[in-house]
């Protein structure tokens, strides 16, 4: 393993989940009370370029230019993890570039981690296989092992196997290519981390094992669905699971809300027109954005539709995208 000054860069995707993620079995090690299933997008990128360089004397992270002192924490334990598998003790300088806000339920710590942990590999010549890489990135953030995939990714809980939890791709992203429309209602930060949101929810939420209990039967039916490609059956159980995490958000206390009332409006609207027979989904993470995924020929539509209600905006769009990869390899 070398010890001389290394760097690469990778990119990487936000990735959307349609069965949701939302409590942890493990706090300590981060592990997921539930299995997910999400799409990665193609329309936002992160860029992370990671330099090892033996006379660093620590760590550094930069997000935009800027010091993030609370993600720099996740990046150096990030760092510490794979260092210590790696069996190389040099500190790093992290520079990571989003193309769309951060913190707005739009998943830019999915993608980050995602790049993260692919730049630092390449820059190490660690050789960690995607598994293991994974593993790594759902340590630093649940949702990331799955933005080192591409187009429908699953993450399972797997108590017996290798590692706590195994990640994969059901589907490439131009066997099914469905469209995404994120209708932005508040670009701000959001007012309660995931982290934080969690662990309120498991420990006051006189509805959260009913929520743990009933995911494994959503997992198997939106899996089902995307390996049918059935547009409806995927449209159905992502808004249960969508709205049931919502429902034990709210039922915290004191309760999440993440909503404003431009979400609720969009709601409304992509049910309207999903009644009316127009192919179209939603689904809202931990902030005010909703989410359509639709097939691409209503796909204007839908875009029309959204725009129009008062109080979105912006609108981001995107079709299905590949996984975390190194674009730049300098080692
Ligand atoms: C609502 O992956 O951000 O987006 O593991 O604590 O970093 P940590 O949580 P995070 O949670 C994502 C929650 C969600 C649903 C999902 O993406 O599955």
Known sequence: MSHKPTHATAVAHPNIALVKYWGKRDVERNIPAVGSLSITLDGLTTTTTVRFDPEFEHDVFLLGGCEAPKMAQRVVGCLDRMRRRAGV????????????????????SASGFAALVIAADAALGAGFDRSELADLARQASGSAARSLFGGFVELRLT??????TETRQLLEPRAW??????????PGPK???????????????????DWVESSPADLLEARSAVERRDFEALADVSELSCLKMHAVMLSARPGLV???GTTVECIRRVR??????VAVFFTVDAGPQVKAVCLPEVYER?????????????????????????????R
């Not at 290519?177 to 508040?186: M, Q």
């Not at 309207?272 to 027979?277: K, Q, T």
């Open 89 to 108: 003790s040099m500190h790093a300088v992290v520079e990571s570039e989003n193309d769309f806000p951060t913190a707005a339920g739009l998943a830019s």
């Open 159 to 164: 108590p017996d196997g290798p590692y706590p």
């Open 177 to 186: 290519p469905l469209r995404i429309l994120v209708a932005v209602t508040d």
């Open 191 to 209: 007012a309660v981390g995931s982290t934080e949101g969690m662990l309120m929810t498991e420990l006051t939420s006189p509805y959260y094992r």
């Open 258 to 260: 993440y909503w404003n």
């Open 272 to 277: 309207e027109l999903r009644a009316d027979g």
């Open 302 to 330: 839908v875009e029309r539709e959204l725009a129009a209600i008062p109080g979105v905006t912006s609108m981001v769009e995107s079709r299905l995208g590949d996984g975390a990869r190194v674009v730049e390899d300098r």
